[in-house]
């Protein structure tokens, strides 16, 4: 099984915090690194430091952290202009250069803040050098204490070196996921544009023939009705076979456009989990052809996929959420496929009967023989929601999700009195995240 990737980061790198969950975790990920303060922190609260020295000191750091949160976070989520970032970033290293100059070495590692800083902010062709240029005036400052041997010195320079480019590393890589996100946006609208069009090509071709030989009959019709009345009922006949014909055609190929799939559905689920902040972790049997299932069963559980990932969505609660697609073989010699989703979240429903949602899941595995199984996950906490298809037969007549029935003789020539249920056009848009009792 494979996860989707960057879906494991529930603070989405490479986006702005889209919720409040994610703007919490960018900010306990940045202020992780005041943990190295504690050094400059525990040595203005030792005893002996004058009064005068722990005013600076504490002015000092104020201003330093002031300084860290605003470059950090004017990057994260706004658009910077040059001046203010290198405003920033100047002043981090003129506190780094007078508090460790004048106070005392603990503050060394001040540098190492101003070394990530500029990793982050400036572009790669000025951190280059700006990272061992921070790096060469802590050493040099370091080196003015006597008491910091060259073991203790390089404690500092390499950390300040270290993670400066590692920071470099990390920013490439959100660049990169950023623009792999933005690809695949293009790719799915470029897709979708496609079918378009090509859906525009098959009508096109489809009806164009049947409307002109509908137009030319129709005004034949017209002109023998006051004398051939006869030759008349007959052309209306033929424009009765031709647009029943017609309607059997476009019903045909919209069939094949609207009818869901399951590579198609997973496309949809992984979004809506990955916005949620939920992680996915999907079969790659789901992605590909399996062999000896039918449209309509395939159909079938690409609506079961829907269904449990909107549950997940609206009532879970859940932090993971897995998609399995496996083979089992009954008692009586019958092969079945399972499509099974699991997630670590409130569990099971709390009322005793399914709700619309699996009632009318039920509804729609019975016609092609398949069956739905819900109940606790096998880790003791979730929910684990099983759908069933038999292999290796088609789905009866009328079920639910088929194709409708395209033999002329079943055409009546008109609309329908009610809309036919194919399902909505992709792509779906799932329900935003919430956290009541789960009630499908």
């Given at each position: ?5 960057g ?16 703007a ?10 005041l943990l ?13 430091i ?8 504490s002015?000092?750091?104020?201003l ?28 981090m290293l ?18 190492i ?15 280059r050098?700006?990272?061992p ?10 080196a ?5 041997h060259?073991y203790y ?10 993670s400066?480019?590692m920071?470099?590393g990390?920013?490439y ?19 979708a ?8 090509r ?23 009705l ?8 007959r ?12 309607l ?12 869901p ?7 949809g ?14 079969d ?8 000896g ?10 609506w ?25 073989w ?12 699991l997630d ?9 009967h ?14 092609v023989g398949g ?5 606790p ?24 999700g ?13 609309a ?15 329900p935003?995240p919430?956290?009541?009792t789960r009630?499908?």
């Amino acid at each position: 099984m494979t996860s989707e990737p960057g879906v494991e980061n529930p603070m989405m790198m490479g986006q702005a915090a889209r919720t409040r969950r994610q703007a919490l975790g960018k900010t306990a990920w940045i202020a992780v690194w005041l943990l190295y303060l504690a050094g400059p922190v525990g040595r203005m609260l030792e005893p002996g430091i004058s009064l005068a020295e722990r005013i600076w000191g504490s002015l000092g750091l104020t201003l330093f952290v002031l300084a860290y949160f605003l470059l950090i976070f004017r990057h994260l989520w706004r658009k910077t202009t040059p001046l203010p970032t290198y405003g920033l970033l100047a002043v981090m290293l003129a506190l780094s250069v007078t508090l460790s100059w004048i106070l005392d070495a603990s503050w060394l590692v001040l540098f190492i803040f101003t070394s990530v800083g500029s990793a982050v902010v400036l572009p790669w062709q000025q951190s280059r050098w700006s990272i061992p240029l921070i790096t060469a005036v802590l050493l040099t400052i370091g080196a003015s204490y006597p008491q910091i041997h060259g073991y203790y010195l390089f404690s500092y320079g390499l950390p300040a070196l270290g993670s400066g480019f590692m920071m470099v590393g990390v920013q490439y890589l959100i660049r990169t996921t950023t623009e792999l996100r933005a690809a695949r946006q293009e790719v799915a609208r470029l897709a979708a544009n496609d079918e378009r069009l090509r859906l525009a090509r098959d009508l096109h071709d489809l009806l164009g023939h049947s409307l002109s030989l509908i137009t030319l009959k129709s005004e034949l019709a017209g002109r023998m009705l006051p004398d051939r009345p006869e030759d008349a009922a007959r052309q209306v006949a033929d424009i009765e076979q031709v647009s029943r014909q017609a309607l059997v055609d476009v019903r045909e190929a919209v069939t094949g456009y609207r009818r869901p799939r399951l590579a198609v559905e997973l496309a949809g689920a992984r979004a809506a989990l990955r916005t949620a902040g939920i992680t996915v972790t999907a079969d790659p049997a789901l992605e590909g052809e399996y062999r000896g299932l039918a449209a309509d069963e395939e159909g079938v559980l690409a609506w079961a996929l829907r269904e449990a990932v909107t549950n997940v969505l609206r009532h879970s609660g859940a932090h993971r959420c897995e998609l399995l697609l496996s083979e089992e073989w009954e008692a009586d010699e019958r092969r079945f496929l399972c499509l099974t989703v699991l997630d670590d979240g409130a569990g099971p429903p709390r009322a005793q009967h399914d709700g619309n949602g699996l009632s009318g899941l039920r509804e729609r595995l019975g016609p092609v023989g398949g069956r739905l199984e819900t109940g606790p996950a096998p880790r003791g906490r979730g929910f684990a929601l099983r759908a069933y298809v038999p292999l290796g037969a088609a789905a009866p007549p009328g079920a639910p999700g088929s194709a409708p029935d395209s033999s002329p003789e079943s055409v009546t020539g008109r609309a329908p009195d009610g809309p036919v249920e194919h399902g909505p056009p992709f792509p779906v848009a799932y329900p935003a995240p919430r956290h009541p009792t789960r009630t499908a």
